[in-house]
């Protein structure tokens, strides 16, 4: 049973940083792609970010390229969010979320696990 544990949102003011992690367990995730994805209060879901488990190659949305970084810690089955120059509008909950195979990988509906979320807020 494949469970994503998120952790280390919290209150930052703009221009902060904060890294989450996410921590998988249940399965190997050779082939798999780590997503993070952010939803604010009234607006759908959205598409942060993603890494490849085996390969390492990451994407990003335009909106948090240059400022977000994803990586993965394979010993420690562990998925990083470094978040930094955070704005207001960064503000949402934070999910982790793991998907099998390597298309789609922007794709909420293509990500058949997902954590908790955890609640980032940037003040101004």
Do not use: H
């Not at 420690?76 to 909950?93: F, G, H, I, R, W």
């Not at 298309?103 to 058949?112: A, N, P, S």
Request: charged share 15%.
């Amino acid at each position: 049973q494949v469970q994503l544990v998120e952790s280390g949102g919290g209150l930052v003011q703009a221009g902060g940083s904060l890294r989450l992690s996410c921590a998988a367990s249940g399965r190997t995730f050779s082939g798999y792609a780590m997503g993070w994805f952010r939803q604010a209060p009234g607006k759908e879901r959205e598409f942060v970010g993603s890494i490849t488990w085996s390969g390492g190659i990451t994407y990003y949305a335009d909106s948090v390229k240059g400022r977000f970084t994803i990586s993965r810690d394979s010993a420690k089955n562990t998925v990083y969010l470094q978040m930094n120059s955070l704005k207001p509008e960064d503000t949402a909950v934070y999910y982790c979320a793991a998907k099998a195979g390597l298309v789609g990988w922007w794709v909420v509906d293509e990500y058949g696990y997902w954590g908790q979320g955890t609640q980032v807020t940037v003040s101004s």
